[in-house]
C-alpha cells in the first residue's frame, strides 16, 4: 500500500520505518526541513534502539522515503496517517490540537481519490469528527474516510512493540476504511496480534484509558513504596506478591522518581480536562496526576536530606536525566524537577546521561554535564540515579566512592542491592526498600 506519515518525530518515524518494513511504500513528511534534511542524510534526530539500521534498510529497498512535500506525499496515498504532536496546551492542560487541525487542512487539499486518513496521534475523544469536517468542509468533491488507530509503543522499545503489539486498534465505522485498515496491518497477521475494530470514539478513549491506567498503575506503587518505608516492608517484594495475581500482573509496578515522558503526564491531564467537560469526573486519574507532581517534587527532599539537610553551596551528582532508559526524550523527565529544585536549595548539580544530554542541555543551563559516571561522582556530597541505564547497572562502586566528598547513594530506581552499597561503604538510600 502507498502510506504518507504527516509527522516524523518520535511515532511518526517509527511507524513509517515499521511500515515500509512490512513491504508497503513510505513517504514519512515533516514541516521541520532541519529533520528531514538530517534523514535524508542518514542522521537519526532520535535515539531509539535499532532504529538506524531499520531506516538504513528500507532507504535501500526505496521503500522508504523523508520529504517536506506534503501535497505530493498525500496526493500518491492510499491511506495518509497524523502522527503530529498533541502537547499540553498552556495555561489549561487540554491537549492541543492545533498541529492535528493544521495537518487535517495541508492534507485536505491534497488528497486524490480515495483516501482513508488516520489520527494515530493520541488525541480526545471526539476529534476524528472534527477532522472529518474540516476535510469534508475544506474539500466536498473529496471520497475520505477517517479513522482513529492509536498508537501504543514505547520509547526505547518502540520497534519490537511496533511489531509485535498486544492488540491494534482501529476506529472506524467505514467498511472500506476497514479493509484498507486490514491490509495494512496484513503483515503482522503471522504474530496474530488482535485487530480489534470499535468505533471512533471508543477508539480514542481507549488510548487514554490505557496511558491513564498505567500511570495509575506507577502511581500506585509508588504511593505503596512510601508506605513500606514507613513500616519496614520492601516494595520489591510487595509489587512482586500482588503481581503474581494474574488479575494484577507484574508490569509497570516499578517504583521511582514518578512517571514522565512526552505521554503519560500529558494524556492524564488531558483526559482529566476531558472528563471534567463531560460532567464526568475521573477522580483517581485527577489523584493519579497530583500525586506523581507532589512525588517529583519529593525526590530533591530525599537528597537534601541525605546530605544532612542542605545542600546549599554543595555538589550533588545526577547520573540519567531521561525519563527512562534507552531514549534521548527529556519530555516531562523527573529530573527536570530535581534539578530546579535542588538549584533552587543552592546545590551545584553534575550530571551525566548516556543520550540525553544533548536535549537536556538546553533545559538545564546551570547544571554540569560530565563525560561519564565517574566523572559526574568526582567531589558530590551525594550521587542520585535518576535514570535506570543498564551502564548504571554495575558501576565499580569502590572507585565511585574514592571520588566523592561524601558517600551519599541516593537509588531513586532500586538498580543496587542495600547490602551491597552498604558493604562498598556507601550511606544509601532508595525506594520503598528498609
Ligand atoms: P514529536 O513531537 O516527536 O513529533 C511530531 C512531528 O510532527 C514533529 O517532527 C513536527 O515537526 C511534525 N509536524 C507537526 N505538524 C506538522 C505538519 N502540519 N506537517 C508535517 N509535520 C508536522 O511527537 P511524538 O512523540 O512522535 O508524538 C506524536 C503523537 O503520537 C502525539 O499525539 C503523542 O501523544 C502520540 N504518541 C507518542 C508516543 C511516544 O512514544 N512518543 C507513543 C504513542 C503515541
Ligand atoms: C507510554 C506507554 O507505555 C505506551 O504504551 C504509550 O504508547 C506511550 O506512553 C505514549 O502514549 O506515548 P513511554 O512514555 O514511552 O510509553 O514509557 P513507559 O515505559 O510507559 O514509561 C512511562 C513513565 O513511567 C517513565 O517515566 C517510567 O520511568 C515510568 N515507569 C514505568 C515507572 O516508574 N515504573 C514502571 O513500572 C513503569
Sequence with gaps: ???????????????????????HQVACVDKDEGRIGALLRGEIPIFEPGLDALVEANLRSRRLSFTTDLAAAVAEAEVVFLAVGTPSRRGDGFADLSYIYAAARDVARAIKGFTVVVTKSTVPVGTGDEVERIIAEA????????????????????????????????????????????????????????LYFVDRRSAELIKYAANSFLATKVAFINEMADLCEKVGADVQDVARGIGMDKRIGPKFLHPGPGFGGSCFP?????????????DAPLHIVEAVVAA?????????????????????????GLLGLAFKLNTDDMRD????????????????????????????????????FCDDPYDCATGAEALAMVTEWDEFRALDLTRIKSLMAAPNLIDLRNIYRPADARKHGFSYSSIGRP
Excluded: W
Design 292 to 316: 506523581n507532581d507532589r512525588r517529583k517534587r519529593a525526590m530533591a527532599k530525599r537528597i537534601v536530606a541525605a546530605c544532612g539537610g542542605s545542600v546549599r553551596g554543595k555538589t550533588i
Design 266 to 278: 500529558k494524556d492524564a491531564l488531558a483526559l482529566v480536562k476531558t472528563a471534567q467537560d463531560h
Design 1 to 23: 500500500m502507498k502510506i504518507a506519515m504527516i509527522g516524523s518525530g518520535y511515532v511518526g518515524l517509527v511507524s513509517g520505518v515499521c511500515f515500509a518494513d512490512f513491504g
Design 139 to 194: 474539500r466536498p468533491d473529496a471520497e475520505f474516510a477517517v479513522c482513529s488507530n492509536p498508537e501504543f509503543l514505547r520509547e526505547g522499545a518502540a520497534i519490537s512493540d511496533f511489531k509485535l503489539p498486544d492488540r491494534i486498534v482501529v476506529g472506524t465505522g467505514d467498511a472500506r476504511a476497514r479493509e484498507v485498515m486490514s491490509e495494512v496491518y496484513r503483515p503482522l497477521n503471522l504474530n496474530q496480534p488482535p
Design 333 to 368: 523527565a523527573p529530573s527536570i524537577s530535581i534539578v530546579t529544585a535542588l538549584q533552587d536549595a543552592g546545590a551545584k548539580v553534575r550530571a551525566y546521561d548516556p543520550k540525553a544530554m544533548t536535549q537536556a542541555r538546553p533545559i538545564m543551563p546551570d547544571v554540569t
